[in-house]
């Protein structure tokens, strides 16, 4: 039997380990009213703004909706209102998380451990902050949920927001591994393009906020990670790389 090829796990925070973003948009909407906007994201609305990766990206897309324009000025994310309103939305963000309102998806730790035990190395590659991702696996995970990831790639490592694929190809960069050595796991069609462009086979597991959006490119697409097996991971990227090699 031919030695499996695959050596990293790399996983999407918000949506791919944890259903975040009923938090984030509750701590949106009451970082709106602490900045005295009346503002009001209901899900209808923040399902069409979740194109835009990047809570201050997001913030920023909206103000440009409002005022007629397709897409936000570079200049607007920086704008003082927009970073004070984010300020505020990850502390309400982390106080949320930190109280243990938002658990891990289905199979997501059994998965992690399994991964761990059968020697493959884990990643992180996402366009949220290091504040919510320690907000949210130290609150799932324990306060040493750190030593399970030998690289952390976040919006502050990497600030071209997905679907660029800067936050995988710096994953990959400091893994020191070849796409092929991997798989990636996402929950949104901008996470999968990111990954995608980072030549990594992806699993996509949706949530509410993404089911519907484009996954034609993904591996997989499945309900969740429950159940789900290393030697099925492993089976499931060796076949895809062999049908890779074979020619058209
Ligand atoms: C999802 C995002 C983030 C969150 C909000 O990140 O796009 O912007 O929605 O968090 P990913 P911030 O799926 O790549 O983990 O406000 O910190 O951006
Ligand atoms: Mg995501």
Request: charged share 20%.
């Amino acid at each position: 039997m031919i030695p499996s090829n695959l050596r990293a796990l790399i996983f999407d925070v918000d949506g791919t380990l944890a259903d975040t973003e009923g938090a984030h948009r509750a701590s949106f909407n009451e970082a709106f009213a602490q900045a005295g906007v009346d503002w009001h994201w209901y899900e209808p609305l923040y399902n069409r703004l979740l194109e835009v990766s990047g809570g201050k990206e997001r913030i920023a897309h909206f103000m440009a909706l409002k005022d007629g324009l397709e897409a936000a000025p570079e200049q607007w994310v920086q704008d003082p209102l927009v970073q004070r309103i984010h300020e505020l939305k990850t502390i309400a963000y982390d106080r949320r998380v930190r109280a243990g309102k938002v658990a891990l998806r289905p199979g997501v730790r059994e998965l992690i451990e399994s991964a761990l035990d059968s020697g493959l190395r884990l990643a992180i590659a996402t366009t949220t902050t290091p504040i919510n991702i320690d907000a949210l696996l130290s609150a799932s995970l324990g306060t040493d949920w750190m030593r399970r990831f030998e690289v952390i790639e976040n919006a502050r490592t990497a600030p071209n927001k997905k679907p660029h694929p800067q936050v995988y190809l710096q994953a990959l960069a400091r893994l020191q591994l070849e796409a092929s050595q991997c798989l990636a796991f996402e929950d949104s069609s901008n996470g999968l393009r990111a990954a995608t462009a980072a030549g990594l086979a992806t699993l996509v597991t949706p949530t509410r906020f993404t089911h519907g959006q484009d996954f034609s490119s993904a591996l997989r697409v499945l309900p969740s990670l429950q159940g789900i097996t290393i030697a099925e991971l492993r089976h499931c990227h060796d076949k895809h790389l062999l049908a890779c090699a074979v020619p058209a």
